[in-house]
T-cell receptor, first 114, second 115 residues
């Protein structure tokens, strides 16, 4: 029944060790988003894909990369995680005309850095 | 520039009380959309409602109701007869037609319903 699926729910990695978070969707939505949410804060948009077009937010660190091999899957790669990257990472999707459509969120992946 | 303000950081109510969560937005665009999301402790963001700028009708869905007033740039959310399951963080968000995909979230209001 889940429509936006994030794996894993919890991820632990070591300082500086690359990590990949995954997101898949069954909604066939054109747009996929990655957000970072730190404790007691609002979600912060990192980047999004509109179909295959990648759109990076101006203040997203270079340490964060993304891949979207097909409509259903999107990955968030953190090349060298620092302690400040510990957060909840949320994936979301929306249809082709996203401005007036709600975004559908996954359950999130909580990333811890040792 | 777009901005959403949720001035209430934390609210506690006793079960069965009514509670209103405030949301004030700023935009110069005439076409925009407002949303409310619920984030329970488990972490997922659950969509509650969308309202566009041309529709000022208030909406009721069960115990939930929303009051959209363009004159005060507010989109407030009321829960009547609150229940423990309503405990969550609630986010108000804004999107505008000509910024495409960008959602502008408020900082959220943490609601605790005490049994």
């Amino acid at each position: 029944d889940a429509m936006v699926i994030q794996n894993p729910r919890y991820q632990v990695t070591q300082f500086g060790k690359p990590v990949t978070l995954s997101c898949s969707q069954t909604l066939n939505h054109n747009v996929m988003y990655w957000y970072q949410q730190k404790s007691s804060q609002a979600p912060k948009l990192l980047f999004h894909y509109y179909d295959k077009d990648f759109n990076n937010e101006a203040d997203t660190p270079d340490n964060f990369q993304s891949r979207r091999p097909n409509t259903s899957f999107c990955f968030l790669d953190i090349r060298s995680p620092g302690l400040g990257d510990a957060a909840m990472y949320l994936c979301a999707t929306s249809p082709r005309n996203p401005g007036n459509q709600p975004q559908h969120f996954g359950d999130g992946t909580r990333l811890s850095i040792l | 520039a777009q901005k959403v303000t949720q001035a209430q950081t934390e609210i506690s109510v006793v079960e069965k009380e009514d509670v209103t969560l405030d949301c004030v937005y700023e935009t110069r665009d005439t076409t925009y959309y407002l949303f409310w999301y619920k984030q329970p402790p488990s972490g997922e963001l659950v969509f509650l409602i969308r309202r566009n700028s041309f529709d000022e009708q208030n909406e009721i869905s069960g115990r939930y109701s929303w009051n959209f007033q363009k004159s005060t740039s507010s989109f407030n959310f009321t829960i009547t007869a609150s229940q423990v399951v309503d405990s969550a963080v609630y986010f108000c968000a804004l999107s505008v037609a000509n910024t495409g995909n960008q959602f502008y979230f408020g900082t959220g209001t943490s609601l605790t319903v005490i049994p």
